[in-house]
Nanobody, 120 residues
Framework: QVQLVESGGGLVQAGGSLRLSCAAS????????MGWFRQSPGKQRELVAT??????????DSVKGRFTISRDNAKNMVYLVYLQMNSLKPEDTAVYYC???????????WGQGTQVTVSS
């Protein structure tokens, strides 16, 4: 089993910054990719940013140049992925979810989500 715990969400004014963290523990071997997704009320969950085990990153067009995904290799059996969010806009308001894909495992793992609210 894999456990994903997100942290770092909160309330920030437009133009501000937040850094989200996702701590992955448990069966975290053979990680294929990790990423951040977000969902706001009435909308589908959407990709924000992903990072593969090889370090390749991918961003939604709406966050390019403002958000940066990064990772720390496993230490003490915990693997960390971060999302640095700068120049935040009210439209970035959503629940942000961490996702982990393992090689050979069809279903991804999801965290419980962390709320990000950007006030105008």
């Amino acid at each position: 089993q894999v456990q994903l715990v997100e942290s770092g969400g909160g309330l920030v004014q437009a133009g501000g910054s937040l850094r989200l963290s996702c701590a992955a523990s448990g069966s975290i071997f053979s990680i294929n990719a990790m990423g951040w997704f977000r969902q706001s009320p009435g909308k589908q969950r959407e990709l924000v940013a992903t990072i593969t085990r090889g370090g390749t990153t991918r961003y939604a067009d709406s966050v390019k140049g403002r958000f940066t995904i990064s990772r720390d290799n496993a230490k003490n059996m915990v693997y960390l992925v971060y999302l640095q969010m700068n120049s935040l806009k009210p439209e970035d308001t959503a629940v942000y979810y961490c996702k982990l894909d393992r090689v050979g495992v069809s279903s991804p793992y999801w965290g419980q989500g962390t709320q990000v609210t950007v006030s105008s």
